[in-house]
């Protein structure tokens, strides 16, 4: 099931409510990245409270580890990682796409789909339209993704031509028919979307945009962006493409992006995005504030007691404020401070990972909240203009 109201619009930037199986998500929504079925070093609890509406699920990983027979006995996904929430996985056609060329290790595409070594054994595996129907049906994810190719940016170091971007864009087209026959046929209650390839080509954009919305699927997703292109790439095809996929139905960036590129994607018409950003960042040091990021592994932060982000009202930065005397770590503010992250990283404890990570998505789900109140106000251009002009501010 899925049921997609438009709220209001400013300019091409839309406010919406979309209606799954699994609850209610208001758009424009940023969405966690749980690859093996959790959000890396955060708590399922941590998630719900910093208003996580919707995670992702990753079909590839999730087949191979833990494998379909142990989550068929939870009944799906989300009672294997007791996640109440909608969920939406992808199709694995970018892991298989990330593993690599044609040779002994890597992948091989034909027609029929793509065969290649399992990462994690070698085993000799073959994942085709209608196994990836098949598993996302058995992970009884929400919002199920279409087997696609992802079209690279460039190959073995040649930019992609528009007759390979081509010829992977009408594989896909091809692909998609076949998800559509094959979660028909398992009769599937969940909304399969379609994925607009092309490459950095325009029109070929155009063409894969018009071959989808003729299948008529419940959502549509932009994929093959934040593959190794130029921003300014990306930037072209993110403003290009949104806008002329159906009103009424959800439109998703798959893969993007930093802070900008989110707030840039509302304003070309996009609803909902993903990305491993905001907590591999977090992993490794760089923490995103409203007014510009921070490397908390800089010498200067040993002794800075302030918490990551004054403005943030996240635990890393605000705490419990449960104690009269404050924290560890909160030098009496009831914040964890730049200090201790500074230490906890320097000396590997995992804590500061788990404390950067909850940051960062905080962050970026409370961006997503204060684009949403702004088009409910009818103001988005004006918190638009705020927003760079804070961000460019700096730390």
Same mark, same amino acid.
């Given at each position: 099931?899925?049921?997609?109201?438009?709220?209001?619009?400013?300019?091409?930037?839309?406010?919406?409510?979309?209606?799954?199986?699994?609850?209610?998500?208001?758009?424009?929504?940023?969405?966690?990245?749980?690859?093996?079925?959790?959000?890396?070093?955060?708590?399922?609890?941590?998630?719900?409270?910093?208003?996580?509406?919707?995670?992702?699920?990753?079909?590839?990983?999730?087949?191979?580890? +833990?494998?379909?027979?142990?989550?068929?006995?939870?009944?799906?996904?989300?009672?294997?990682?007791?996640?109440?929430?909608?969920?939406?996985?992808?199709?694995?056609?970018?892991?298989?796409?990330?593993?690599?060329?044609?040779?002994?290790?890597?992948?091989?595409?034909?027609?029929?789909?793509?065969?290649?070594?399992?990462?994690?054994?070698?085993?000799?595996?073959?994942?085709?339209?209608?196994?990836?129907?098949?598993?996302?049906?058995?992970?009884?994810?929400?919002?199920?993704?279409?087997?696609?190719?992802?079209?690279?940016?460039?190959?073995?170091?040649?930019?992609?031509?528009?007759?390979?971007?081509?010829?992977?864009?009408?594989?896909?087209?091809?692909?998609?028919?076949?998800?559509?026959?094959?979660?028909?046929?398992?009769?599937?209650?969940?909304?399969?979307?379609?994925?607009?390839?092309?490459?950095?080509?325009?029109?070929?954009?155009?063409?894969?945009?018009?071959?989808?919305?003729?299948?008529?699927?419940?959502?549509?997703?932009?994929?093959?962006?934040?593959?190794?292109?130029?921003?300014?790439?990306?930037?072209?095809?993110?403003?290009?493409? +949104?806008?002329?996929?159906?009103?009424?139905?959800?439109?998703?960036?798959?893969?993007?992006?930093?802070?900008?590129?989110?707030?840039?994607?509302?304003?070309?018409?996009?609803?909902?995005?993903?990305?491993?950003? +905001?907590?591999?960042?977090?992993?490794?040091?760089?923490?995103?504030?409203?007014?510009?990021?921070?490397?908390?592994?800089?010498?200067?932060?040993?002794?800075?007691?302030?918490?990551?982000?004054?403005?943030?009202?996240?635990?890393?930065?605000?705490?419990?404020?449960?104690?009269?005397?404050?924290?560890?770590?909160?030098?009496?503010?009831?914040?964890?401070?730049?200090?201790?992250?500074?230490?906890?990283?320097?000396?590997?404890?995992?804590?500061?990972?788990?404390?950067?990570?909850?940051?960062?998505?905080?962050?970026?789900?409370?961006?997503?909240?204060?684009?949403?109140?702004?088009?409910?106000?009818?103001?988005?251009?004006?918190?638009?203009?705020?927003?760079?002009?804070?961000?460019?501010?700096?730390?």
């Amino acid at each position: 099931m899925l049921r997609f109201d438009l709220l209001t619009t400013e300019g091409l930037a839309r406010r919406g409510r979309l209606t799954l199986n699994h609850g209610v998500v208001e758009t424009p929504i940023f969405m966690p990245v749980g690859t093996y079925g959790t959000v890396k070093g955060v708590l399922p609890q941590s998630l719900h409270e910093m208003g996580a509406q919707i995670i992702l699920g990753n079909t590839f990983h999730l087949w191979l580890r +833990p494998g379909l027979d142990v989550i068929a006995q939870f009944k799906g996904l989300h009672g294997f990682e007791g996640w109440s929430k909608p969920i939406l996985t992808d199709s694995g056609g970018f892991q298989v796409w990330s593993l690599g060329g044609s040779d002994g290790n890597g992948r091989k595409i034909s027609e029929e789909g793509v065969r290649f070594a399992s990462p994690v054994n070698g085993d000799k595996l073959f994942l085709t339209p209608e196994v990836s129907m098949q598993v996302q049906t058995l992970l009884d994810s929400d919002i199920v993704m279409q087997f696609d190719e992802c079209t690279p940016y460039e190959r073995k170091g040649q930019l992609t031509t528009e007759a390979e971007a081509r010829q992977s864009m009408e594989l896909s087209q091809r692909w998609a028919r076949r998800c559509i026959a094959e979660f028909d046929r398992l009769q599937n209650r969940n909304a399969l979307f379609g994925i607009v390839q092309g490459g950095m080509f325009e029109h070929l954009r155009q063409e894969s945009l018009e071959a989808l919305v003729a299948m008529d699927l419940p959502g549509y997703a932009i994929g093959g962006v934040s593959v190794g292109e130029p921003k300014d790439e990306m930037l072209r095809i993110m403003a290009h493409t +949104p806008h002329r996929l159906p009103a009424h139905k959800p439109r998703y960036l798959m893969g993007v992006g930093t802070p900008e590129d989110l707030v840039e994607g509302v304003a070309c018409g996009v609803d909902m995005f993903d990305c491993v950003m +905001p907590t591999r960042n977090a992993r490794n040091g760089h923490l995103f504030t409203r007014f510009g990021d921070l490397r908390i592994r800089n010498a200067r932060y040993k002794t800075d007691p302030r918490p990551i982000d004054e403005t943030c009202d996240c635990h890393a930065c605000k705490g419990s404020q449960a104690g009269a005397g404050g924290t560890g770590g909160t030098g009496g503010t009831g914040g964890i401070s730049r200090a201790y992250l500074h230490h906890l990283d320097r000396c590997g404890e995992m804590l500061g990972p788990m404390l950067t990570s909850i940051h960062n998505l905080h962050f970026y789900l409370h961006l997503m909240q204060e684009m949403r109140e702004a088009l409910d106000a009818g103001r988005f251009e004006a918190w638009r203009t705020q927003f760079k002009a804070d961000r460019a501010r700096g730390v």
